[in-house]
């Protein structure tokens, strides 16, 4: 991936995870209701085929959300 890529997905994540948290704020989603939005990402990641160009990342992208959610780490504001 390329380093423009990469501050991309970046910047996807930190816009995701924004939303998700402002949809906690204003108790639009409750948790559960997040953690299933995470299931379905990692899904659809798990569902491209390995053998696609680039199936590999996207076992990797799946792996990262499935170890969130195993976490229990859905997003959470920082200290301060």
Do not use: Y
């Not at 696609?52 to 996207?58: A, K, L, R, Y």
């Not at 992208?61 to 229990?72: E, F, T």
Request: glycine share 6%.
């Amino acid at each position: 991936m390329s380093t423009s890529s990469d501050a991309a997905g970046l910047a996807a994540l930190s816009i995701c995870e924004s939303l998700l948290l402002a949809m906690t704020d204003r108790k639009l989603l409750p948790e559960h209701e997040i953690t299933g939005i995470l299931r379905d990402a990692a899904a659809t990641h798990e569902n491209i085929p390995l053998w696609s160009p680039d199936g590999d990342m996207h076992r990797q992208a799946a792996a990262l959300i499935n170890q969130i959610i195993a976490q229990g780490q859905t997003p959470q504001r920082p200290p301060g």
